[in-house]
């Protein structure tokens, strides 16, 4: 190999405004056993955006190809021993154009995945900072102790004074950060924008798909179908809203008894079949939708993302003096589990609950728009309180959670209704029936508890567990099978003429406050195709 180097004297260290024509020496390294002669000259065309490189050389009638290559001043010609063919009989001339290439931009991870990486890195910094002062304030001696207090007392004003300018600055940087609701028009703190949690989401999605790959239902599943159309009815009502006709919103239904579902900010929406089991009407699953639906539209996973990592970075100092603080390791940790749940009951759930209350409100205002009868949404939440009495399942005060009680829920949405109400009379959507679904609920519980009293002074407790109207047992066959019926939209006026097409019995039933029936065995098959 053969190696080339030219020293070229660049105006300014730039390749800007460089002769057309140059002559060079070059300086001819021999190695293993390759001969080379010397060159002629170069030419050299240089200019700010392309830098064009052409040698001859004449040499033996096997020339080695010519490699380019720069780093500050010097060029190099790197030669390998490569087979030519020959343009002369006596001699060759090898001829070898170089362009400078950039490497493709590198795309970075998204900034909530790289929060969430470098979470735990912060906290480790700062225990082991906290544990590294905490031993050399203790291997100092007695005298020096008692310099560094009093050094610290003479100047207490300017380390307040910095404390504050600190704490200003830190004001100013959240005060640039602030952003205003889609809907609401709430005031807000969003460190991370939009744009990342759509990447992010973009990656979420795809680890979901693969964890819930074997447990997708079919599209052609009657159950698919029905939350597929309320879902299309939903966005289709309120593609006035620039979050909602943006996202293309796409569903996926899971085989699963957990009782949940939630939408990711790119409008990847999963619904578990634990969830199905739960809801009694299209009324229902259209509210339940709507409040999923509403947490991607307002933003709250960044917003509950960018509060935390404020409050994570704030209490990095707290942390940091804790393990400076405390003599022991042991007596380090326990402060910190006490920061850490004492941030969780004073910020993180409490702030979880508002999001949650918003999106109550914001999703009861969609289920409006879209035709439903929105007195359905606390006839839901005091199903599902009952549900968790009748299974004896543990109930914790609501200051524990990160969601309101079903108790608060249901209380919340009742007071909502009227403005619902209202908003729905706008849509030009049917007359409701004038059965109120939660006057219907109500009796129909207390008929089952009287029931339920007459029977355990017949000694008969525990022979006959009281259920709710619409057991479990009988949804997942009833409710497909009810909401793939299909009628025209009535008009509204914010809907355009493409969407008066068929849609789910978001519409018609809406007309009827009725619990949805559950067909017999045979007529299940039939709603499936």
Same mark, same amino acid.
């Given at each position: 190999?053969?190696?080339?180097?030219?020293?070229?004297?660049?105006?300014?260290?730039?390749?800007?405004?460089?002769?057309?024509?140059?002559?060079?020496? /070059?300086?001819?390294?021999?190695?293993?056993?390759?001969?080379?002669?010397?060159?002629? =000259?170069?030419?050299?065309?240089?200019?700010?955006?392309?830098?064009?490189?052409?040698?001859?050389?004449?040499?033996?009638?096997?020339?080695?190809?010519?490699?380019?290559?720069?780093?500050?001043?010097?060029?190099?010609?790197?030669?390998?021993?490569?087979?030519?063919?020959?343009?002369?009989?006596?001699?060759?001339?090898?001829?070898?154009?170089?362009?400078?290439?950039?490497?493709?931009?590198?795309?970075?991870?998204?900034?909530?995945?790289?929060?969430?990486?470098?979470?735990?890195?912060?906290?480790?910094?700062?225990?082991?900072?906290?544990?590294?002062?905490?031993?050399?304030?203790?291997?100092?001696?007695?005298?020096?102790?008692?310099?560094?207090?009093?050094?610290?007392?003479?100047?207490?004003?300017?380390?307040?004074?910095?404390?504050?300018?600190?704490?200003?600055?830190?004001?100013?940087?959240?005060?640039?950060?602030?952003?205003?609701?889609?809907?609401?028009?709430?005031?807000?703190?969003?460190?991370?924008?939009?744009?990342?949690?759509?990447?992010?989401?973009?990656?979420?999605?795809? @680890?979901?798909?693969?964890?819930?790959?074997?447990?997708?239902?079919?599209?052609?599943?009657?159950?698919?179908?029905?939350?597929?159309?309320?879902?299309?009815?939903?966005?289709?009502?309120?593609?006035?809203?620039?979050?909602?006709?943006?996202?293309?919103?796409?569903?996926?239904?899971?085989? +699963?008894?957990?009782?949940?579902?939630?939408?990711?900010?790119?409008?990847?929406?999963?619904? /578990?079949?634990?969830?199905?089991?739960?809801?009694?009407?299209?009324?229902?699953?259209?509210?339940?939708?709507?409040?999923?639906?509403?947490?991607?539209?307002?933003?709250?996973?960044?917003?509950?993302?960018?509060?935390?990592?404020?409050?994570?970075?704030?209490?990095?100092?707290?942390?940091?003096?804790?393990?400076?603080? =405390?003599?022991?390791?042991?007596?380090?940790?326990?402060?910190?589990? @006490?920061?850490?749940?004492?941030?969780?009951?004073?910020?993180?759930?409490?702030?979880?609950?508002?999001?949650?209350?918003?999106?109550?409100?914001?999703?009861?205002?969609?289920?409006?728009?879209?035709?439903?009868?929105?007195?359905?949404?606390?006839?839901?939440?005091?199903?599902?309180?009952?549900?968790?009495?009748?299974?004896?399942?543990?109930?914790?005060?609501?200051?524990?959670?990160?969601?309101?009680?079903?108790?608060?829920?249901?209380?919340?949405?009742?007071?909502?209704?009227?403005?619902?109400?209202?908003?729905?009379?706008?849509?030009?959507?049917?007359?409701?029936?004038?059965?109120?679904?939660?006057?219907? /609920?109500?009796?129909?519980?207390?008929?089952?508890?009287?029931?339920?009293?007459?029977?355990?002074?017949?000694?008969?407790?525990?022979?006959?567990?009281?259920?709710?109207?619409?057991?479990?047992?009988?949804?997942?066959?009833?409710?497909?099978?009810?909401?793939?019926?299909?009628?025209?939209?009535?008009?509204?006026?914010?809907?355009?003429?493409?969407?008066?097409?068929?849609?789910?019995?978001?519409?018609?039933?809406?007309?009827?406050?009725?619990?949805?029936?559950?067909?017999?065995?045979?007529?299940? +098959?039939?709603?499936?195709?």
């Amino acid at each position: 190999m053969v190696l080339l180097c030219v020293n070229v004297f660049l105006r300014s260290s730039r390749f800007c405004s460089i002769p057309a024509h140059l002559t060079r020496y /070059f300086r001819v390294c021999k190695q293993a056993e390759l001969l080379v002669k010397k060159p002629h =000259c170069v030419s050299s065309q240089i200019s700010c955006h392309r830098t064009t490189i052409s040698a001859y050389l004449r040499g033996a009638p096997t020339g080695p190809p010519l490699r380019f290559c720069s780093n500050g001043r010097t060029a190099c010609f790197q030669s390998g021993a490569q087979t030519a063919s020959p343009l002369h009989s006596a001699s060759v001339l090898s001829q070898r154009g170089h362009r400078f290439h950039t490497s493709a931009p590198a795309r970075a991870l998204p900034a909530p995945l790289l929060w969430l990486v470098l979470k735990p890195l912060q906290k480790l910094l700062a225990i082991i900072l906290g544990r590294s002062v905490r031993k050399w304030w203790v291997a100092l001696p007695d005298n020096r102790r008692q310099l560094l207090r009093e050094w610290a007392w003479q100047r207490r004003w300017h380390l307040t004074a910095g404390a504050g300018v600190a704490m200003v600055i830190v004001a100013l940087l959240l005060l640039t950060h602030l952003d205003e609701s889609p809907v609401t028009g709430r005031t807000r703190l969003l460190v991370f924008s939009r744009e990342n949690y759509m990447e992010l989401a973009a990656a979420t999605s795809e @680890v979901y798909m693969e964890e819930f790959a074997e447990l997708l239902v079919p599209v052609t599943d009657a159950r698919h179908q029905v939350v597929e159309r309320v879902v299309q009815h939903l966005a289709q009502r309120n593609k006035d809203i620039p979050e909602v006709s943006d996202v293309t919103w796409s569903v996926h239904v899971v085989q +699963s008894p957990t009782v949940n579902t939630f939408v990711l900010p790119n409008g990847q929406v999963f619904m /578990f079949t634990g969830m199905l089991d739960t809801i009694t009407d299209v009324h229902q699953l259209t509210i339940i939708l709507g409040h999923e639906m509403a947490h991607a539209i307002l933003g709250h996973s960044a917003e509950q993302a960018s509060l935390s990592h404020v409050m994570d970075l704030l209490s990095l100092i707290l942390l940091t003096a804790i393990w400076a603080v =405390c003599p022991r390791d042991s007596l380090a940790l326990l402060g910190q589990w @006490v920061q850490d749940k004492l941030s969780q009951l004073m910020f993180s759930r409490p702030y979880s609950r508002k999001l949650e209350a918003e999106a109550d409100q914001v999703g009861l205002q969609l289920a409006a728009k879209a035709c439903a009868d929105v007195r359905a949404g606390p006839v839901f939440w005091q199903q599902m309180e009952i549900r968790d009495q009748l299974r004896g399942e543990p109930a914790f005060p609501e200051w524990l959670s990160t969601h309101p009680s079903h108790r608060n829920r249901y209380t919340q949405l009742d007071r909502l209704i009227p403005e619902a109400l209202e908003l729905r009379e706008s849509c030009v959507c049917p007359a409701l029936p004038a059965a109120d679904p939660r006057t219907v /609920f109500s009796k129909s519980v207390r008929v089952l508890l009287e029931n339920a009293k007459v029977q355990g002074r017949g000694g008969q407790e525990g022979a006959h567990k009281p259920h709710l109207p619409h057991s479990a047992a009988s949804l997942p066959t009833g409710l497909p099978a009810a909401l793939l019926a299909q009628t025209p939209l009535p008009p509204s006026p914010n809907v355009d003429q493409e969407s008066k097409g068929p849609v789910p019995l978001v519409a018609s039933e809406l007309t009827g406050s009725a619990p949805v029936p559950a067909p017999a065995e045979g007529e299940v +098959s039939q709603s499936t195709s």
